[in-house]
């Protein structure tokens, strides 16, 4: 049967306090000035370098290792997190809803046979992500889903879209909203009465994530179900163009619009007998408002209303809270993640990060399962994130305070792993932000160094590495590497995660000699780190993990 024990490595020592450290949007590029990694002062980082190839190489990512659909896939922390964790490679969200899409399932599935019910009488609103971005959504998707939907007996859909800019450049928001409002009117032709019903961007309207900041989802809750906004236009298309006449406007900060019809009446409110689907796959950003559409009792702001509706997520957002309860596509299936096998081999965990990145490497990690495995060996911390500002005005974010947690429960020698997600070069690079970007890189590395001195200080190891790129290439490229220009002569640039790979370092007084970095796995990805870690802790991984990329030699 099974057994969550795992056999002690042959040759490796157990009880070493481990750090393992995700630097979020640390990736390996060519140096040059867009290279915000290259240009900051990161000694800590340079000096791990200075160990490949044994004590430091390059692994994947992006793309199919990671588990997305393609190799043009950028990685993202998502999934970049659950192959950290769960050293294997499973299909994501993305893939799935591919297949389902493609297969046709999707519309045999119990969440679109519960939504359909609502089809006869009320309107279908999906509410997400409208980008071709490909980490949380994809405009494809939505276009499948709502000609598939209209087949399958959609009278009326509404579509409140949230705009992004930031796993896409800024300023194609318009286009995706062209597309859109291009493939309703077709429906409408079709006899679907198809709008567009609210909108705003998406760092301002509902993606917000892990509870950072519930204003974020009440502007959204206000446009798409109660029709109010401060903004109301006649079109999408118009809402998104004047938006973005004003200063410094973004699409990931659009304020909130709802679109009104010739008498000012919003087209699209959520009402009693609708229908609702987030089209978004990923949770992190669309959790929230499951929370707020699904729970009966809700008090993190005041819904005003709330509606009787039958609502489905793209996925299920969150396993263990069963959350949303319907759902078009069954979620990954990520089970006997690292930390589970690790935890019940008595290995004992802390885990840090701030609001913005805590269920990285919490949630994430453990296979996108919220709490504790064994309360009494694991310890949890969240920093709490400035609210209600762009990173790019404190690019220092919270990365000493995390670090100083850190190196305390390093100290404390009380957790046999202490594992820590450093946020600064992604959130800052998402900003678009070069010279803050350079600051948050330096931040990172300051907080990379205080923990390597305590574990220096206690004999432990440590394993640096990084869910995915972002801050080391910071400019749109054409095919041969050059910047793009826009038409007035400036770069473009690029506030999305990249393809780049990236390093995992290890290393510390506890590492046995002898251990380095094998060569027979050129190709290694971030899900060849968890057997990596769980050698070090002294145990041999499942044999249905992706290989572990150390070898001991005697010396
Ligand atoms: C976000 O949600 O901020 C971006 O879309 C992706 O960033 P992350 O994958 O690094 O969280
Ligand atoms: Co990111």
Request: contains cysteine; aromatic residues 8%; charged residues 25%.
């Amino acid at each position: 049967g099974f057994s969550w024990k795992l056999n002690d490595h042959p040759k490796l020592p157990k009880g070493k306090i481990i750090a393992v450290v995700v630097l979020d949007g640390w990736g390996e590029a060519n140096p040059n000035q867009y290279n915000c990694i290259h240009v900051a002062e990161t000694p800590a980082m340079d000096s791990l370098k200075k160990g490949a190839p044994e004590k430091w190489r390059l692994v994947k990512a992006h793309g199919k290792a990671v588990g997305l659909p393609t190799d043009d896939d950028m990685g993202n922390s998502e999934v970049g997190h659950n192959a950290l964790g769960a050293g294997r490679i499973f299909a994501q969200g993305a893939k799935l809803v591919d297949l389902a899409l493609a297969s046709g399932k999707i519309y045999e599935g119990e969440g679109f046979k519960y939504i359909k019910e609502s089809f006869e009488t009320g309107t279908l609103h999906l509410i997400g992500l409208l980008s071709d971005g490909g980490v949380h959504s994809r405009l494809d998707q939505l276009q499948l889903l709502l000609k598939g939907a209209s087949e399958h007996g959609a009278k009326r859909i509404r579509v409140h879209v949230l705009t992004d800019g930031r796993d896409v450049l800024d300023g194609t928001s318009i286009g995706f909203v062209e597309t859109l409002e291009n493939d309703l009117a077709k429906l409408r032709e079709k006899g679907v009465d198809a709008q567009i019903a609210s909108g705003g961007g998406r760092m301002q309207v509902t993606m917000d994530r892990y509870e950072n900041d519930w204003d974020v989802v009440k502007r959204g809750w206000d446009a798409q179900v109660l029709g109010e906004a401060p903004h109301k236009f006649r079109s999408a298309v118009e809402a998104v163009k004047k938006l973005r006449e004003a200063p410094n406007a973004n699409d990931q900060y659009l304020p909130p619009f709802v679109i009104v019809d010739d008498n000012g009446k919003p087209v699209g409110p959520i009402v009693d007998g609708d229908a609702v689907v987030t089209f978004n796959f990923r949770a992190d950003r669309m959790v929230m408002l499951a929370k707020a559409l699904e729970y009966e009792d809700f008090d993190k702001f005041d819904r005003v209303r709330f509606p009787k509706i039958r609502y489905s997520g793209m996925l299920q957002y969150d396993g263990e809270l069963k959350l949303p309860s319907h759902y078009l596509v069954s979620p990954p299936e990520i089970d006997r993640t690292s930390g589970e096998y690790l935890v019940h081999n008595g290995v004992r965990t802390f885990a840090c990060s701030e609001t913005v990145k805590f269920g990285h490497v919490t949630f994430f990690w453990n296979g996108n399962r919220s709490g504790y495995f064994k309360q009494e060996m694991e310890e949890y911390v969240e920093i709490p994130s400035d609210s209600g500002i762009t990173f790019n005005v404190q690019p220092k974010m919270k990365a000493l305070e995390i670090a100083e947690k850190a190196r305390d429960a390093i100290l404390s020698r009380k957790f046999d792993q202490v594992r820590v997600n450093l946020p600064n070069s992604d959130m800052v690079g998402h900003t678009g932000d070069i010279e803050a970007t350079i600051v948050a890189c330096k931040a990172a590395d300051d907080a990379v160094k205080m923990i390597l001195d305590a574990i220096d200080q206690v004999g432990g190891i440590y394993v640096v590495t990084a869910d995915h790129g972002n801050a080391e290439d910071m400019v749109k490229r054409n095919k041969k590497g050059e910047p793009l220009l826009d038409k007035n002569g400036n770069i473009q640039i690029l506030t999305s995660h990249t393809l780049q790979p990236v390093p995992v370092a290890i290393g510390g007084p506890g590492l046995a000699p002898g251990v380095r970095f094998r060569k027979d796995v050129p190709d290694g990805g971030l899900a060849n780190v968890a057997a990596t870690v769980m050698n070090l802790h002294g145990f041999e991984a499942p044999a249905d993990y992706e290989p572990t990329l150390i070898e001991v030699v005697d010396n």
